[in-house]
């Protein structure tokens, strides 16, 4: 995933109301800018850290600019939870993911019963629902999901195991949105539920794929598949 316009540099002041941030540009000029993520970004908070920013030219946007990474502990990390589906959108397709290689077909954000997947994909006569969810998170070294509670993952997993017991193939796709972390665990500190339940639904046939991402200011790419522990 390339971004489609140089992005803008500044330094973080705080993060508000989840979805708001203050940002001092380099030119000095104080703005607001969007900030697309609503978990607790745990780990990925740093005052006085350097951001990168897209700009929208939409007059009808309260807020022009749209936080898109942050630089920590030697390297960018992407905030944008929404990049992470087009990321693994493109790398399913293109297969540079071992496990999820080989599909005729790929689309993305499929209904499954009353829930809806973030990719869905055909192999032959196999039929796959994957779901997507975008990592942060760095816990004594280690990439980790969720940064908080979270019952709406909870039922992500559930509902795959329910595709996979109905024949469907399932696998659930952890995008790891820094580079700065080579292992991934589920964070049981944070919700011992989701962990349980993760664990829960493997043994029941839903795979657990972890991709590692290289990331700059031109773009994200998923390059390798991460080792992981559940």
Same mark, same amino acid.
């Given at each position: *995933?390339?971004?489609?316009? +140089?992005?803008?540099?500044?330094?973080?002041?705080?993060?508000?109301?989840?979805?708001?941030?203050?940002?001092?540009?380099?030119?000095? +000029?104080? #703005?607001?800018?969007?900030?697309?993520?609503?978990?607790? *970004?745990?780990?990925?908070?740093?005052?006085?850290?350097? #951001? &990168?920013?897209?700009?929208?030219?939409?007059?009808?946007?309260?807020?022009?600019?749209?936080?898109?990474?942050?630089?920590? /502990?030697?390297?960018?990390?992407?905030?944008?939870?929404?990049?992470?589906?087009?990321?693994?959108?493109?790398? #399913?397709?293109?297969?540079?993911?071992?496990?999820?290689?080989?599909?005729?077909?790929?689309?993305?954000?499929?209904?499954?019963?009353?829930?809806?997947? /973030?990719?869905?994909? +055909?192999?032959?006569?196999?039929?796959?629902?994957?779901?997507?969810?975008?990592?942060?998170?760095?816990?004594?070294? +280690?990439?980790?999901?969720?940064?908080?509670?979270?019952?709406?993952?909870?039922?992500? &997993?559930?509902?795959?195991?329910?595709?996979?017991?109905?024949?469907?193939?399932?696998? *659930?796709?952890?995008?790891? *949105?820094?580079?700065?972390?080579?292992?991934?665990?589920?964070?049981?500190?944070? /919700?011992?539920?989701?962990?349980?339940?993760?664990?829960? #639904?493997?043994?029941?046939?839903?795979?657990?794929?972890?991709?590692?991402?290289?990331?700059?200011?031109?773009?994200?790419?998923? /390059?390798?598949?991460?080792?992981?522990?559940?």
């Amino acid at each position: *995933m390339h971004f489609t316009q +140089e992005l803008t540099q500044g330094t973080l002041l705080k993060r508000y109301k989840r979805f708001l941030a203050d940002i001092t540009l380099t030119n000095g +000029e104080l #703005v607001t800018a969007h900030c697309p993520n609503s978990g607790s *970004m745990k780990t990925c908070l740093e005052n006085d850290a350097p #951001v &990168l920013l897209s700009h929208s030219s939409n007059p009808s946007r309260k807020n022009a600019f749209t936080w898109e990474l942050i630089y920590l /502990d030697g390297g960018w990390v992407c905030i944008n939870t929404q990049h992470a589906n087009t990321v693994a959108f493109e790398a #399913v397709q293109a297969g540079v993911i071992p496990s999820l290689s080989g599909f005729n077909l790929v689309k993305r954000e499929v209904t499954f019963g009353d829930s809806r997947f /973030d990719l869905y994909a +055909e192999r032959g006569d196999e039929k796959w629902f994957i779901e997507v969810k975008s990592v942060t998170l760095k816990l004594n070294g +280690e990439a980790s999901f969720p940064d908080s509670v979270t019952t709406r993952g909870q039922k992500h &997993l559930l509902t795959l195991a329910e595709a996979k017991s109905q024949g469907y193939h399932t696998a *659930m796709l952890y995008v790891l *949105m820094r580079s700065d972390v080579q292992f991934f665990r589920p964070a049981k500190e944070i /919700d011992p539920v989701y962990a349980s339940t993760l664990k829960e #639904v493997a043994k029941k046939g839903v795979e657990v794929i972890v991709a590692g991402t290289t990331i700059t200011p031109r773009g994200i790419i998923i /390059d390798r598949e991460i080792p992981f522990e559940i």
